[in-house]
Structures are given as structure tokens and as C-alpha cells.
């Protein structure tokens, strides 16, 4: 069969097929490398502490990529604004939202300050706070909830969601940053509350399966176009043989007529 196989007609398809091959090849190894970039983790500056205005701006969205970092922004919570969520993660009943006014940018944020299982308590906390001194908390940085999002019950609300809170808030002057800040220890214990269960996000590779099916496919199709060379030229050598065999038959039936 390789007699066949090295005849310049099959060399010349030969080529043709490993000039396939190296496509698709190349195809799956960038579906392959789509397939793990797609699911890249992100960078890990979020345990950099930065101030919040180096991170985000007002009115600015917060994007995935700055959810969870730890920043540090100065100003004054407004008194008569507190609120109190339930049924959240991170510890207690009841979690502490209070509204602070930016001293750089004059812009409004909500910042969980901590936790309690009773709600006056929880109130007191954010009430402790509001005194018209000015604060530094110290904190992660994470994107606005939806209201959609509430576990609403019996009147309780658990999103932080500043498209609410605008509603509520009696000091507000339309700045407002698209993201919440969870107060670390210090906060919470000048409060007298608990502090929010909070840590690093997580930071782990997932892949995109669709990405990586069609990488398999590529190289399947790489396999594919060298075996159907090697089919081709199976198949004219078969045809060859059949065709000597049935020569020499035809031949040796002359030759008995002959006789």
C-alpha cells in the first residue's frame, strides 16, 4: 500500500490533508485557549487597600473586576438614615446600613456597618455613628444589590440597593456611588455591633465548556482529514489489487482455453 502511498498524485493530497490538519489544529488550540480565558480569574489586586475614589467614581457602575476591594473612604454618616436589614449573610439578624456622605466627593454611599440580633440594637449601632464626626471606614468594595433581589418579609428588607435607598434617605442630593462598602471590625466595634463575616473573593479558574467542546472538535476534525488520506489511498490500493487479481484471472482462463 505505501508503494501507492508515495506516488506524487497521494504526496500531493498528503499535503493537502496535514495543511487541514495544521488548521483545525490551530483552530482548537484557540478555542482551547478562549475556552480558559473566558474563565481567567481576576487579577488579585483587590487585597491592595486603596481610597475609594482611586477605585470608582459616583454614578459609576461597579464592575466585577473591583468587586471585593478593600478601600478606605473618610465622611460623615447622616443621621436619621439608618437602616436595618434581615436575612442576610455575614452574620446576625440584623445588619446595620448607614448613610455616608463622602468628604471628597460629597457623594452619598451605603456602608454596612455591622450586626446585632436585636433590632434596636442595630439602630443604636448606626445611630452611635451619626453624631456629626467625621469617620474613616475602612472596608470591601462591592457592586449595588437590586431591589429584586430582597427577601422581602413582614415589612424587612435584605438588599443593599441604593436604587431604594434614595427613596428613603432624608439627606440626598443625587451623587450617589453604584456599590456598597462592608465595614470591617473597627467600624463595627466603634458601632457596638458585630462584625460582617466578610472575606477575599473568590478567586477560582472556571472553564467555558462550550469554548473547550469546540477546541475537542477541531482536533477531531485534524484526525479526521489525515485518516481520510489514508482511507483514499487504502481504497486505490484495494481497487489496484482487485483489478491484478482479476487480470491474472482473466489470464489464467485464456490459458486453460488453450489447452
Known amino acids: 500500500m505505501w508503494a501507492v502511498a508515495r506516488r506524487p498524485r497521494w504526496i500531493a493530497l ?3 490533508a496535514l495543511v ?3 488548521v483545525f489544529a490551530g483552530l482548537g488550540k484557540w478555542q482551547l485557549e478562549r475556552s480558559i480565558a473566558n474563565g481567567k ?4 489586586t483587590t487585597e491592595t487597600r486603596r481610597d475609594l475614589d482611586a477605585v470608582t467614581q459616583p454614578g459609576a457602575g461597579a464592575p466585577e473586576t473591583i468587586a471585593g476591594q478593600k478601600v478606605t473612604v473618610t465622611g460623615t454618616f447622616v443621621a436619621g438614615d439608618t437602616t436595618i436589614l434581615t436575612g442576610r449573610s455575614g452574620g446576625g439578624t440584623y445588619q446595620t446600613i448607614g448613610h455616608l456622605v463622602d468628604a471628597q466627593s460629597g457623594a452619598s454611599l451605603p456602608v454596612v456597618i455591622g450586626w446585632s440580633d436585636r433590632r434596636d440594637a442595630a439602630v443604636a449601632g448606626g445611630d452611635r455613628l451619626a453624631d456629626g464626626d467625621e469617620v474613616t471606614v475602612e472596608g470591601r468594595y462591592y457592586p449595588a444589590e437590586s431591589p429584586d433581589q430582597d ?5 424587612e428588607f435584605s438588599a443593599v440597593a441604593p436604587a431604594r435607598f434614595v ?3 432624608k439627606a440626598f442630593d443625587d451623587r450617589m456611588y453604584i456599590g456598597y462598602v462592608v465595614a470591617d471590625g473597627t467600624t463595627a466595634q466603634a458601632a457596638d455591633l458585630g462584625t460582617i463575616a466578610d472575606r477575599a473573593p473568590t478567586r477560582e479558574i472556571q472553564f467555558d465548556w462550550l469554548n473547550l467542546f469546540y477546541a475537542i472538535e477541531w482536533v477531531v476534525f485534524a484526525g479526521f482529514a489525515v485518516f481520510l488520506w489514508y482511507r483514499f489511498v487504502k481504497d486505490a490500493f484495494e481497487r489496484e489489487e482487485e483489478e491484478r487479481r482479476e487480470a491474472a484471472l482473466s489470464v489464467d482462463g485464456a490459458l486453460v482455453d488453450r489447452r
Not at 41 to 44: D, K
Not at 151 to 155: P, S
Request: glycine share 12%.
Open 151 to 155: 427577601a422581602y418579609t413582614k415589612g
Open 41 to 44: 480569574p481576576l487579577p488579585e
Open 167 to 169: 427613596n428613603t434617605w
Open 20 to 22: 487541514l490538519a495544521g
Open 14 to 16: 498528503l499535503l493537502l
